[in-house]
Each structure stands twice: as structure tokens, then as C-alpha cells.
């Protein structure tokens, strides 16, 4: 068996794809959650009831892509896998949720002030960095929404085709 055979089988690359995948969806409910709670916003922890499902629908697609890779099938279930990863872990939760709502939001409240800050980020959703667990849950959204984009592209550029 040569490397290349050996690596083609691996589940690895579906298993790291889908493990970051799974890891934004974690953080950001657990953020949610949290902020739910101290915020004594209830309607924030909305987002937990919709990445259980997401997530669920990642893993078996990966799953459904690595068992049947070779087929038809593997190639439409890795690629159903990864534009529901990158469209909601990454997109929507570590690009809009963690970069613009909060890397944005901090680098405005300690980079421009206070009022710039609140100009930028007026209404109910927003909350001024006065929690720093709230916050550094937020921001880590992401670079983990960014290594998840990496290593799904990463998977989606392997052959797929099934050597066993």
C-alpha cells in the first residue's frame, strides 16, 4: 500500500473539517447561552435549538462522504457537508457573529471610543464590551470560523475517489 493509498482512506481530513465545523457551532451557542444569561436576553440562546441540527446534518454528510467516497453519492454528501459549514459556522456565525459583531465591535469600543462604538453597534442585539467572557467567547468565533474554512477547503481540494 503506497502513502497515498493510505492517506486517500483516512477519515482524518473529514474528521478535522468536521470537528472545527462542530467546534463554531459549540462555541456559539455556549456564547449565546451564556449571554442569554447575563444579559437577561433569553431570545440570544435561539441559536443553540439551530446548530444542534446543523451540526448534526455536517457530521453525517461527512460521514455519508468519507464511507461512500469514490461515488456519486460521497462527492454530493463532502460537498452538502462543507456549503452547510461554510455558510453557517463560518459565514454566518464566525464571520458575521464573532469578526463583525465582535471583532469589529472591540476594536471600535477600544480603537475609536465608546460612542463610535455604540454609533456603529446602536440597538438591542449589542451589548459594549463590559463582559469579558462574553467577549473573548465571541471574538474566539473567528479564527476558529477561519481554520474551519481552511481545513473544509483543504477537504474539498482531496481526491475523491476510494482506494479500499
Do not use: C
Amino acid at each position: 500500500m503506497s502513502l497515498t493509498a493510505a492517506r486517500d482512506t483516512s477519515p482524518v481530513p473529514y474528521l478535522r473539517a468536521g470537528a472545527a465545523a462542530l467546534s463554531v457551532l459549540l462555541l456559539t451557542s455556549v456564547h449565546h447561552v451564556y449571554g442569554a444569561v447575563i444579559y437577561d436576553t433569553p431570545w440570544r440562546s435561539h441559536i443553540a435549538h439551530i446548530s444542534a441540527p446543523v451540526g448534526a446534518a455536517i457530521a453525517l454528510a461527512y460521514y455519508i462522504g468519507w464511507s461512500r467516497r469514490g461515488s456519486r453519492l460521497g462527492l454530493a454528501a463532502t460537498w452538502t457537508g462543507s456549503l452547510i459549514a461554510l455558510a453557517f459556522p463560518v459565514a454566518a456565525l464566525g464571520i458575521y457573529e464573532g469578526g463583525y459583531n465582535h471583532v469589529v465591535k472591540n476594536i471600535a469600543y477600544f480603537g475609536l471610543g465608546q460612542e463610535a462604538a455604540r454609533t456603529l453597534f446602536s440597538g438591542a442585539a449589542y451589548e459594549m464590551p463590559n463582559d469579558f467572557i462574553f467577549e473573548a467567547t465571541g471574538v474566539a468565533q473567528f479564527p476558529l470560523a477561519v481554520l474551519t474554512a481552511v481545513l473544509v477547503v483543504r477537504l474539498l481540494r482531496l481526491p475523491n475517489r476510494r482506494t479500499s
